[in-house]
């Protein structure tokens, strides 16, 4: 490039990584804390709509979760990613609410899922009909009945490893679990969630 | 990965089947594993079912991207935080 250039290239802003952000909380700066709930507002609603099955509960455990990470923020210790923290934050107040339930909802793994449902799908295929559309759905909606039926320890390994995508080392700081117990309690809830959705798939 | 104790063709009621398919769908199985795999359930109609819906049980647990977070949700939770900041602020 020629001496003097005034040829200006834009490079866009690279965000702000999750530890700064904290370190900023820490030192009293609010509008970092909100931008990490912009961050993982939709990542910690789906884990707990996962584990807790209803809109109503998700939304409450969603405003603790947040709630309690900025309280408690002032003593993280950088010993965990962020995420894997708040994560484990949001773990632990779905499994409080589950325990609080009066009566929670047990349902048997050999139950039939739906004795009219004669479906078969399949899901590589990106290129649904509108009746693949339809089945599509409505496994989804199996899908979230089989999750909220399983076992609670089957059912937060599913949800964090299989429909968060996070890693099995991830996972196992997040429960403070080895990597071979979530091994197996994935495999074990695998097999649980196939039996009950055996006939859709 | 459990010791391998016995051929494929010998397990009794496919019980090993069921820890190796696990295995192979994490992709933890070694290639040979998952060659006794394949040509076991090229001749067990009950295992390949089984390692077929397994399989597409995770594939669709893994297509799942999860939902927006609703409206109402969204506001109540920044309400919430709002007023959480504006607390800490007037300690």
């Known amino acids: 490039m020629a001496k003097g250039s005034n040829l200006q290239v834009a490079v866009p802003a690279l965000p702000v990584p999750d530890e700064e952000l904290v370190r900023r909380v820490q030192a009293g700066n609010s509008d970092a804390f909100e ?13 707990t709509y996962r584990l807790l099955g209803n809109e109503s509960d998700a939304s409450e455990a969603l405003q603790d979760t947040f709630l309690r990470a900025f309280r408690f923020l002032p003593k993280f210790k950088f010993k ?6 708040l994560y484990r934050i949001a773990t632990n107040v779905c499994l409080t609410r589950l325990r609080k339930r009066k009566s929670p909802e047990t349902v048997s793994l050999d139950e039939p899922v739906d004795e009219d449902g004669e479906l078969s799908l399949e899901i590589a295929d990106s290129k649904f009909s509108p009746e693949q559309v339809f089945q599509q759905r409505l ?15 089957y059912r937060t390994v599913i949800v964090l490893r299989d429909l968060e995508g996070l890693s099995n080392e991830e996972v196992s700081k997040v429960l ?3 990597v071979p117990a979530v091994k197996s309690r994935l495999h074990r809830g695998r097999l649980a969630l196939r039996e009950r959705l055996a006939q859709y798939v | 990965m459990r010791k391998r104790r016995k051929s494929m063709q010998e397990c ?17 199985a070694t290639e040979e594993l998952r060659r006794e795999l394949m040509i076991h359930v090229s001749s067990c109609t009950a295992c390949a079912r089984l390692f077929r819906s397994l399989k597409r049980v995770v594939h669709f647990c893994q297509l799942e991207t999860g939902c927006d977070v609703p409206g109402e949700v969204h ?3 920044w309400i919430a935080i709002r007023q959480e900041l504006l607390s800490e602020d007037e300690e």
Do not use: M
Request: negative net charge.
């Open chain 1, 139 to 153: 496994l989804r909606e199996k899908l979230q009945e089989a999750i909220e039926a399983l076992p609670e320890e």
């Open chain 2, 12 to 28: 009794r009621e496919c019980a090993e089947l069921l820890e190796w398919a696990s295995a192979c769908i994490e992709g933890d």
């Open chain 1, 80 to 85: 965990s990613s962020f995420y894997t923290w």
């Open chain 2, 75 to 77: 506001e109540r939770l």
């Open chain 1, 176 to 178: 403070k679990l080895s």
């Open chain 1, 35 to 47: 931008e990490l709930v912009r961050r993982y507002e939709r990542k910690v609603y789906n884990i």
